[in-house]
Each structure stands twice: as C-alpha cells, then as structure tokens.
C-alpha cells in the first residue's frame, strides 16, 4: 500500500474532463513539491508537472495541477482517446527519508 | 537532442549481483542543473525511485534497498552505472535510468531495460 493514495481507476468520455487525486501527509504532500507522470501503454514514464504545478513544455494546457495541504489533483480536460494510461504522483517524504510514488491510477478514455 | 539508453544483462541469479550502465548521449553527463538516477517498475506493477546522483558524486539510495545499491560515475564515457547485490526475485522489473531537474523529477528518460531474476 502506498504513502500516497491515488484511486485505481479513473474514467471519462471524449471531451469530458476527468480528475485524479493524490493524497498525502504533512511528511510528504503537506511538505514537499508534487510532480505527476504519464505512462502511456508499452511506453516509459512521462513527467507532466513538476513543483506541484510546473507543466513541462509540450503538455497541452488542457491538463492542469494543482495542490491543497496534503492532496493535489490532476485535472485532464477535453478528454482524448491518446490520454488512456496510468498516471502516478510522487513527492519526497520527510519521515521516510525517501522518494514516494503514488500507486497509480489507470485512465480509461469509454 | 538529450538521449539515455540503459545496457546490461537481461537475467541475473538470484543472490548475485545486478549491474546496469546508463549511456548518456546528445549532451553531457557533467552538467550543473541535473542529477541523474535510476526508477524501476515490477512486471504489472508500480514505479519506484532506486537512487540518484550527481555527476561529481554524492549518491542517494532509496533505504528500501537496504544498502544493496550502488551508484556511480563515469564522466569519461559520459555514463552512470548501478549495481544492486544479493538479489532476489522482487528485484525483477524494467529499470529506467532517468535525468533529473530536482528530485523528484524525472524529466529524461531511458527506454528501460527489463531485468528478470531467476535462476
């Protein structure tokens, strides 16, 4: 089980826009910068967003972040057919001295 | 542009030694702004962070691994190498080297390099 609770699953139809949500603790989230990746299918993890809302160049601005105390959320809008993988949060935890990921929450475009 | 590739052995017995080479190409291991690193993933599972290191050195090893991890390197070849002794089975998984603009920000990475346990 993770420090950093993502739900497993997340769906939504094209053009709907869909959001998952990663909660923490003071040691992490609370703390500490948020970043968020993108696992495509058979590919390598992406990085989206570091420093809780830093978008790396070349993700669409339809997908934002953002963070409240010990939870942050991804929001992707205008949901896309191409959006379906697995995304995962990570944060530097305090207590664990560590580098924590979020268990990953699969995105299903219906 | 910026490339990582990772190299090694594709299998390794259990309570050996596992030992990864990371090519970095396009640009230089030495640079100020980034550290480099190592994230693995289980066959179906999730990510997580091995280590990191800088290019003149001062590694950090997730304590998960229990002191089996090492980092190093080789600003010569342009290269940076993990070793994780006395594995296991748990130890089976795709093993991306990564860049790092802060951690924990992987903004690079490899293409992964799945490495299997078994004897």
């Known amino acids: 089980q993770s420090v950093l609770t993502q739900p497993p699953s997340a769906s939504g139809t094209p053009g709907q826009t869909v959001t998952i949500s990663c909660s923490g603790s003071n040691s992490n989230i609370g703390s500490n910068p948020i970043n968020w990746y993108q696992q495509l299918p058979g590919a390598a993890p992406k990085l989206l967003f570091y420093t809780n809302t830093q978008r790396l160049s070349g993700v669409p601005d339809r997908i934002s972040a953002s963070k409240s105390g010990t939870s942050a959320s991804l929001a992707i809008g205008g949901l896309h057919s191409e959006d379906e993988g697995d995304y995962y949060c990570?944060?530097?935890?305090?207590?664990?001295?560590?580098?924590?990921f979020g268990g990953g929450t699969k995105l299903t475009v219906l | 542009q910026l490339q990582l590739q990772e190299s090694g052995p594709g299998l390794v017995t259990p309570s050996e030694t596992l030992s990864l080479t990371c090519t970095v190409s396009?640009?230089?291991?030495?640079?100020?702004?980034?550290?480099w690193g190592w994230i693995r993933q289980p066959p179906g599972k999730g990510l997580e962070w091995i280590g990191n290191i800088y290019y003149s050195g001062s590694p950090y090893y997730n304590p998960s691994l229990k002191g089996r991890g090492t980092m190093s390197v080789d600003t010569s070849r342009n290269q940076f190498s993990l070793r994780l002794t006395s594995v296991t089975a748990a130890d089976t998984a795709v093993y991306y080297c990564?860049?790092?603009?802060?951690?924990?920000?992987?903004?690079?990475w490899g293409q992964g390099k799945l490495v299997t346990v078994s004897s």
């Open positions: 990570a944060a530097w935890d305090d207590s664990l001295n560590a580098v924590i």
């Open positions: 990564v860049r790092l603009r802060g951690v924990p920000a992987a903004d690079l």
């Open positions: 396009g640009g230089s291991i030495s640079s100020t702004s980034h550290y």
